[in-house]
């Protein structure tokens, strides 16, 4: 049992199920009313329930993809990270939760914790961040909330998982120093929030199955870090029985092959025409049956392990009050859960506004109500709800751009001037059918109608956006089809341009200097309409900042093959600890748009920070600064912390240490005070763990990674 807590409950089934019934705790098997997305069967004569599983993280989406159950849409995860606002993540999480409750779940597949080291990736809308301080505080509020309305929480993908290309064969090469200073850190405060259960990855890290990682599954997160909940595999990503069950894992989902769960398609392509890299092979899968089984009984893995893994599945039921008052499969009038109520519609609008990042503003935002607008864009008719594959929502209602523009100002002007971008999904990639469909010249009139609408505009608001899914990267950084065309011939029709970038991460803007603001909403989910008229209009601030760095495409550190897509697959994560910002400061090049940044429409002078607690650093230790607003119109401010570090020989130039989303009223000041761990002084070190340099640190207080206004300095004994 590892030498865990177990309580009298769990004791007493693992001392009355039979080995069968245990191997049946520990593998998917097939839904019998088929809305969640992994099932475990319980066991009747011991009043265990079943347990459901159901994908999140930005809603919940049960029934299945052909016929999913409408939820609430939330914006995509990287957008609820821009917010800098855990309370905001929190509120999320229990949204989530109490929505999974009144599908009839119990776990909540989230949030996606992995870091953004690849611009281009293809899951990037489902993650938070480059930034690991940042991805921590939110992925622990998500799972405070989550796990505070009963529900399980299952941060995923443990661990590197960085990019979709080849992401099932792929192996990432990465140090221990690395994993632990960037890539291990917002799953560490997953679990400290109380997690149930982590999800492992597709890819292999060092040549390792994420699935068999003994050093990372066993070492670190169970003994290491005190890990109480389950290992749960991506689906259908186990290969071996003895090795996933000895490296740790201890439930596989959805328990079967590819094979055996989808069998084969009619016509072309079949199964074994899939390429192994994006998706598991058809063979992958359904070894925690039969092959465990013969595993045990030949000695390959104890038996001890096994009841392991069975007390972690029942340890996360019971704590979630799953067991020792049975309850029936369909109606659970204490875990009724609520969705689509009014409050959660009007917390995925807030986070959709909040998370809204104004990149330039050349002083035509907000709107005058009275202005006269041409809205443009391929999309403007439709939400944009999210990327494409296993976090796809279907809402109960969506509010789109023209609806919520036309609603505001009825004389509005909508005009596509391109054809609509449509959407990538999970299996077009599964059905080797993921090309974009080319355009042709003959929609060129449509272009001629947006450019004649600006002319005849005070301003045009241009809407535009990539196209992102799990399952496949994004070949490069730009606008698909001819949407750059479309915001440079509306920009050079001789109005005022505002542009609108609905995105899963960061994209090029090589029309930036024509334009007179851009926003980068994301993916903002069902309240897309309604959230960017009240941010451009001015009815609330965008309280954004960009929790990745914008960067033409070849600026990145990734850049270079061997580091991605990767070289006989492995992906070598050679530029270490410099990701994203890091990468930018070491280098001293300059990012289009920094880590942090974002306009906003009250202006703030920053005061003299001081140390809260004295001049020595240690756990506890706080920063506070004085914040004033000096507009007249109240604003939100996100004060961020960064350390510099006495010497940067091997480490970073700064790293964020804290940060506070803060309202300020016109002319109001207000003391912001920030809390620093004291991992915000640390460093990896193989023999000593962390550890702390001797030395005088500085600690700068600003708006962005590109942007300090005020400094205080740190000294640290030997």
């Not at 961040?129 to 993908?157: C, F, M, N």
């Not at 990465?174 to 997953?190: C, I, M, Q, S």
């Not at 066993?218 to 290491?224: F, T």
């Amino acid at each position: 049992m590892d030498g865990r807590r177990t309580s009298e409950t769990v004791e007493s089934l693992l001392d009355d199920l039979t080995r069968e019934e245990k191997l049946d705790l520990v593998r998917g098997a097939p839904d019998p009313e088929g809305t969640s997305t992994g099932y475990l069967p319980g066991v009747p004569r011991l009043d265990v329930p079943p347990l459901r599983l159901v994908d999140g993280p930005m809603g919940i989406r049960a029934g299945g993809f052909e016929d999913p159950l409408a939820a609430t849409a939330f914006p995509a995860s990287i957008s609820l990270a821009a917010t800098f606002d855990p309370e905001l993540a929190r509120e999320q999480g229990a949204a989530m939760a109490r929505e999974a409750k009144a599908r009839g779940q119990d776990a909540v597949l989230g949030p996606g914790v992995n870091l953004i080291r690849v611009p281009q990736g293809g899951r990037n809308f489902e993650y938070l961040s480059e930034e690991p301080t940042l991805s921590a505080a939110q992925a622990g509020a998500v799972v405070r909330g989550i796990q505070g309305e009963d529900a399980i929480a299952t941060p995923k993908h443990y661990v590197a998982n960085s990019q979709e290309t080849d992401r099932v064969t792929v192996s990432s090469e990465v140090d221990e120093r690395t994993l632990r200073e960037l890539y291990l850190p917002a799953f560490r405060a997953a679990v400290d929030a109380g997690a149930g259960s982590v999800m492992t990855a597709y890819n292999r890290i060092n040549g390792i199955d994420a699935n068999d990682h003994a050093h990372l599954i066993r070492d670190v997160l169970k003994e290491e870090w005190g890990f109480q909940g389950y290992t749960v595999s991506d689906w259908f990503a186990t290969r071996d029985a003895a090795s996933a069950a000895n490296g740790g894992l201890d439930l596989e989902m959805p328990g079967t092959s590819v094979r055996e769960a989808f069998g084969e398609y009619e016509g072309e392509p079949d199964l074994d025409a899939i390429d192994p890299g994006g998706m598991p092979g058809p063979d992958q899968g359904g070894v925690f049956g039969a092959d465990l089984a013969v595993a045990i009984e030949e000695g390959e893995v104890p038996l001890e392990r096994l009841d392991d893994m069975v007390a972690r599945v029942l340890r996360a039921m019971e704590e979630i009050g799953l067991l020792g008052d049975p309850r029936p499969t369909t109606e659970r009038p204490d875990r009724e859960g609520a969705i689509d109520t009014d409050d959660h519609r009007a917390l995925a609008e807030r986070i959709a506004v909040r998370g809204t990042v104004l990149l330039e503003n050349d002083g035509v935002l907000p709107l005058a109500d009275d202005v006269d607008v041409a809205l443009i864009g391929p999309n403007v008719d439709s939400a944009t709800l999210g990327g494409g594959g296993s976090s796809a929502v279907t809402p109960f209602l969506e509010r789109s751009p023209a609806t919520a523009f036309s609603d505001r100002e009825p004389s509005v002007t909508v005009e596509e001037g391109l054809p609509p971008v449509e959407g990538a999904d999970l299996f077009d990639v599964f059905d080797g059918d993921g090309e974009e469909e080319e355009e042709s010249d003959g929609r060129e009139p449509k272009m001629d109608d947006a450019v004649a609408a600006a002319e005849r505009a005070e301003v045009a608001v241009v809407v535009v956006g990539d196209t992102t899914t799990e399952g496949r990267d994004r070949e490069d950084l730009r606008l698909p089809g001819r949407q750059d065309e479309l915001v440079s011939r509306v920009a050079d029709a001789g109005g005022r341009t505002v542009v609108v970038v609905n995105s899963g991460g960061p994209v090029e803007v090589p029309w930036r200097e024509k334009v007179d603001a851009i926003a980068a909403a994301w993916y903002p989910g069902q309240a897309d309409g309604a959230a960017l008229t009240a941010v451009l209009y001015g009815d609330e601030e965008p309280g954004g900042r960009l929790p990745v760095t914008f960067a033409p495409e070849g600026e990145y550190p990734t850049s270079d093959e061997r580091q991605y897509p990767g070289v006989d697959g492995e992906a070598h994560y050679g530029e270490g600890l410099f990701v994203g910002y890091r990468h930018f400061d070491a280098a001293d090049a300059e990012a289009t748009y920094p880590f942090g940044h974002g306009e906003s429409y009250a202006e703030f002078a920053y005061g003299e920070p001081e140390l809260v607690e004295g001049d020595r650093a240690g756990p506890g230790v706080a920063v506070r600064v004085p914040v004033e607003n000096v507009a007249d119109r109240p604003g939100r401010e996100v004060v961020q912390v960064y350390v510099r570090p006495p010497r940067n020989d091997d480490r970073p130039v700064r790293e964020l240490a804290g940060f506070a989303s803060v309202e300020i009223g016109a002319g109001e000041e207000r003391a912001v005070e920030m809390g620093l761990e004291g991992r915000a002084f640390s460093r990896w070190d193989g023999e000593e763990g962390w550890t702390v340099d001797p030395g005088t640190y500085t600690v700068e207080v600003g708006r962005s990674s590109g942007d300090l206004r005020t400094t205080v300095a740190v000294e640290i004994e030997p």
